[in-house]
């Protein structure tokens, strides 16, 4: 039976205490669930359609199922996966096992890469059967791989990884070397960015969308492009000089795994990314 937490608002909405902060629920429902004493809760309750649907998705994804109504509601459809920018994709249902990370789906013109896990779930199984299936998954290191190889088994997917995360993934058939790019496709380059973990890698897409695992996210908190040093894995040190080397590249849309995701035209993205860069090294 799930336990109310008591800071929700009064209403039919509410997060129970089994919640662990991962973060996930308040990334697509912004301003409804917040953040209260270490645990996420409803500061309003949903009013508008569009309100409906936040909290849905929240529900969704919520790895360890903590967001409930008090009365029984059908469970809309067509929520996921979730078009963020044309063609790519919020797939929602997070895993537990990477602590609530995000994943995405990249729609390409012949066919559809995911960016680390969802946890495995039949409605979006059916989903991406009907879209034409997967032919690649890419995982941005070590901690969210959640049920990939589930996934790469089922639609006969190639799998990505760095060699020095491996270990989370050895049902990888492809593995990103060492500290130099690698094309995966014609728009599609994995840059290794070791620090959070020895193995992430950013995986970027065309000039348009850096998929970040848990390098580089933007915060909601002041809009500004971050990092977590609480969280940093492996090196902080190579964190800083591993986004230095983003800089090469350019961008407008920052996909996080956990953190917030975000869109800034892109020179502005860059001159974010050179300034977050200098705040971490002079800490
Ligand atoms: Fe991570």
Request: net charge negative; aromatic share 10%; charged share 25%.
């Amino acid at each position: 039976m799930a336990t109310r937490h008591e800071l929700n608002v009064p209403g039919d909405w509410f997060v129970d205490t089994s919640c662990i902060d991962c973060a996930a629920a308040r990334e697509v429902a912004p301003g409804l669930i917040v953040a209260r004493d270490g645990q996420s809760v409803f500061a309003r309750q949903p009013q508008t359609e569009e309100e409906l649907k936040m909290a849905w998705r929240a529900r969704l994804l919520c790895p360890t199922a903590s967001i409930h109504t008090a009365t029984k509601q059908a469970t809309p459809d067509g929520l996921f996966p979730q078009e963020l920018t044309s063609g790519i994709y919020r797939l929602g249902y997070n895993a537990r096992g990477s602590f609530g990370a995000h994943s995405y789906l990249i729609r390409r013109q012949a066919d559809n890469f995911m960016v680390d896990s969802p946890r495995w779930t039949s409605n979006l199984v059916a989903k991406l059967e009907a879209w034409g299936g997967l032919s690649n998954i890419l995982l941005s290191h070590r901690d969210d791989v959640a049920d990939a190889d589930r996934y790469a088994r089922h639609f006969g997917a190639h799998v990505w990884i760095h060699e020095w995360d491996k270990a989370a993934a050895r049902f990888a058939d492809n593995t990103i070397k060492g500290r130099e790019p690698t094309a995966i496709a014609e728009d599609l380059l994995a840059v290794p960015v070791p620090g959070h973990t020895k193995g992430s890698v950013v995986y970027l897409y065309g000039d348009r969308a850096a998929f970040t695992g848990d390098s580089l996210a933007v915060s909601h908190r002041d809009g500004d492009l971050t990092a977590f040093r609480d969280a940093c894995w492996y090196s902080w040190p190579e964190q800083i000089k591993s986004l230095r080397r983003l800089l090469d590249y350019s961008f407008e849309w920052v996909f996080a795994g956990h953190g917030g995701s975000g869109h800034f035209p892109a020179a502005q993205m860059r001159l974010r990314l050179e300034n977050l860069v200098q705040r971490m090294a002079n800490e």
